[in-house]
């Protein structure tokens, strides 16, 4: 079974062939490699419900490694073992899992490589999970009660699996009742139309997460963290904190920052050492902070966040569960909005700018608020998508208003009274009113925009059209209560549009005039020169959400997600290496998952919070559970490391 055929897991290359580890010989390299659903798909119903499957091939995991293979080699087979448990549970018994009937099932191209469209009965209550990318299915022609009904005279079953190729193009449409699936059982149709039987489709579980750990544990990435935290070579050399090069003074750090005011002693220093460690860029780093509950570390790492930003360090701030990312993610966001409304900005403070921070991974399971939606990236592509469309897209605001206001308002106008003569039981408007009523809604959209320019596109990109955007508005704003005044006159304001731009204002004795006219030709000069510049930059040129997608990951500078998700950025192109990985909750990690985000290439720096009494992520197998559940080389290695204790005051 070809690698390129495993869906939707971003699945790499691994050997399925065991690896014997101890602790003088790293697991030896595979020649005929395979993914974590090639193995999976391989076992049997008995070897699923063998719990003693891979119990002698899981050892101890030793306190000092000759190499990182070596160490990532030490979780393959217990991996396999939660994998194997996860599927056991799900089966057993089989009758707790959703289950669909079938209505069709059609083989499509390239035939032979068992891709079906398959179509399903209603089913509304498992629309939501049942394209989760990760899922496991079991389709048979038989709706199975407990594992057994599937075997026997006359009965068939595949596993089955969510179809994505390499490209993340999927076959066909997929809708939660048809979609693309991957059977991976031979002449399995042959099978099933030689029982004229109904077809059943079985969701089971979803492993995903272990499909990433699985490929993050065989990849050839940045090993220099893993390097320093083992100890794989000398511990002097390491773990020496001090940097004679670029040694700042912590005191130095903090009183550059009004936020520091807000922690108490421990936070602060706790900020201030790492902010401290991470200007050195000679050295790599790996900082703990840790503390009991109620001590403020949500708001110790929302502060280190914020300092990072200002310093434009490149950071990927992730934690193990969705709702921990959150706490952190609203947090932060809190505190962004709280500085910008407490400082000056004049025109600068219309807008918050969050264009460069990114929080993406499953809406449902992350449970994004209304405040926290703006820094989502599917609500900003869905934003950047209005803004970018090609009909009626920021280009076309602006010259829409451009044109109005330079006096295609009184042709219009002109028009909408040859249309009224034909619709007698129409109600008249003068030219003041249809001026207001057109203007109003032109003016809707351009704001829109360039709400969404402010928000949603970093200040790296805009640079000085940030401000230009934000004075736009305000000319926008003003110029629309001049028109709203009571001293405005129809015969004064169609001569006024009927003048050029260019024409020099005249005083007048009315007064209310001469406000127009200039707010007017100020609209217009800046709306001209503002669209020209921003034709210049390097904005997006389609409303496709692939495209608007790349913009996102690529633009942005701070992401948020879980440490599982954060696999989906080993596979963005053109996106700028990460500098920064801040882990919260990490005593809550799977020593294994932290395999995802620590090789990233170019990270120098690693700060790892948590409560080291918190209770370890939850896990299904059984065997050797503490060892693979908790992140335990922080527990070993500590030692060696500086661990910042922050408290209550």
């Known amino acids: 079974m070809e690698n390129n055929l495993i869906p939707t897991f971003e699945a790499l290359s691994i050997s399925k062939n065991d690896h014997k580890v101890n602790k003088e010989q790293a697991p030896p390299k595979t020649t005929n490699p395979k993914g974590l659903i090639d193995v999976l798909v391989s076992w049997s119903l008995e070897d699923i419900f063998n719990q003693h499957l891979f119990k002698t091939k899981i050892e101890k995991i030793p306190q000092c490694f000759n190499s990182v293979e070596q160490y990532f080699g030490c979780f393959i087979h217990p991996l396999l073992e939660e994998t194997r448990s996860q599927l056991h549970s799900s089966m057993n018994p089989i009758s707790k899992s959703p289950c669909v009937q079938v209505i069709s099932l059609k083989e499509i191209k390239p035939y032979g490589k068992g891709l079906f469209q398959i179509h399903l009965k209603d089913c509304k209550q498992y629309c939501p999970t049942i394209l989760i990318p990760g899922n ?5 022609n038989v709706k199975p009660k407990v594992v057994s009904d599937l075997q026997g005279n006359g009965k068939t079953w595949t596993f089955a699996t969510t179809f994505v190729s390499q490209k993340g193009k999927k076959k066909g449409t997929n809708k939660p009742t048809c979609f693309t699936i991957k059977t991976w059982k031979e002449n399995f149709m042959k099978d099933l139309n030689h029982h004229e ?17 699985w490929n993050a544990l065989h990849m050839k990435k940045n090993n220099a963290i893993f390097n320093h935290v083992l100890g794989v070579t000398s511990f002097n050399s390491n773990l020496n904190f001090g940097c004679d090069v670029c040694e700042t003074k912590i005191e130095e750090l903090s009183s550059k920052s009004s936020l520091f005011c807000t922690l108490n002693e421990s936070q602060a220093r706790a900020v201030g050492t790492c902010l401290n460690r991470i200007s050195c860029v000679h050295k ?5 902070i840790w503390g009991p509950p109620g001590t403020g570390k949500t708001k110790t790492v929302g502060v280190l966040l914020f300092e990072l930003r200002k310093k434009n360090r490149r950071t990927l701030a992730c934690a193990p569960t969705n709702t921990a ?3 952190v993610a609203s947090r932060f966001l ?3 909005k709280e500085m910008h409304d407490k400082k000056d900005n004049g025109s600068k403070g219309l807008f918050c700018n969050l264009g460069d921070i990114l929080l993406f991974g499953n809406k449902e399971r992350l449970k994004v608020g209304e405040s926290d939606k703006y820094i989502y990236l599917d609500y900003r592509i869905g934003r950047l998508k209005k803004c970018f469309n090609q009909l009626n897209g920021w280009r076309f605001c602006f010259s829409s208003m451009i044109d109005f206001l330079e006096g295609h308002c009184v042709s219009q106008y002109r028009t909408f009274l040859k249309d009224h003569k034909q619709r007698s039981k129409m109600v008249e408007y003068s030219f003041i009113e249809f001026v207001r009523m057109h203007y109003k809604t032109i003016s809707r959209s351009l ?7 402010c928000t949603h596109i970093p200040i790296a990109i805009l640079k000085h059209n940030f401000e230009r955007l934000s004075c736009v508005m305000s000319l926008i704003n003003s110029f629309e209560s001049l028109l709203l005044s009571n001293g405005v006159q129809s015969k004064e304001l169609e001569k006024l549009f009927l003048k050029k731009v260019e024409e020099e204002v005249v005083e007048d004795q009315n007064v209310e005039y001469e406000k127009l006219l200039k707010g007017r030709n100020d609209c217009v000069l800046v709306l001209r020169s503002l669209e020209y510049s921003l034709s210049e930059l390097r904005l997006p040129q389609t409303s496709s959400k692939g495209g608007l997608r790349k913009f996102c990951f690529r633009n942005a500078s701070l992401f948020f997600c879980t440490v599982s998700s954060s696999f989906r950025l080993y596979s963005m192109r053109n996106v700028a290496p990460l500098e920064t990985l801040v882990m919260d909750e990490a005593a809550q990690l799977k020593e294994c998952e932290s395999a995802i985000p620590l090789q990233f290439p170019a990270i120098k720096h690693a700060i790892l919070i948590g409560d080291e009494c918190q209770l370890p992520a939850m896990v299904e197998s059984k065997v050797r559970r503490h060892s693979f559940s908790k992140l335990n080389f922080l527990a070993i290695y500590r030692p060696y490391f500086e661990c910042m204790l922050i408290s209550i005051v």
């Open 197 to 213: 039987h109904p077809t059943f489709l079985v969701v089971l579980v979803n492993v995903l997460t272990n499909v990433r750990i």
């Open 284 to 288: 790599y780093g790996v900082e703990l």
């Open 447 to 453: 704001k829109e925009c360039i709400s969404i320019f």
């Open 334 to 336: 809190l505190l962004v």
């Open 325 to 327: 990312i959150m706490q």
């Open 136 to 140: 496991i299915f079991i389709l048979s």
